[in-house]
């Protein structure tokens, strides 16, 4: 189980952040469940909202309605 911060969370969803390439290829190679907690969402929505608005913290959402952090499970 990876256990995620706010950084890679942000780098998901903002194509312009410097570290997006790097966090989406550790998420694709990676066969371990990635783990947050609510304190990280909530700051993430904060960020994603100043760098994207709406639909950026939209993004967020959709990634984990989709059980994207569990697909691949344990």
């Given at each position: 189980m990876i256990l995620t911060d706010t950084?890679?969370?942000v780098?998901?969803?903002v194509?312009?952040?410097q570290h997006r390439q790097r966090v989406q290829d550790?998420?694709?190679?990676?066969?371990e469940a990635m783990l947050t907690t609510e304190s990280?969402?909530?700051e993430t929505l904060h960020l994603l909202g100043r760098?994207?608005?709406w639909p950026a913290q939209n993004a967020l959402w959709n990634l984990l309605r989709l059980s994207a952090f569990n697909r691949r499970g344990a």
């Open positions: 950084g890679p969370l780098a998901l969803i194509a312009s952040d550790l998420y694709a190679q990676t066969r990280c969402i909530g760098a994207g608005g």
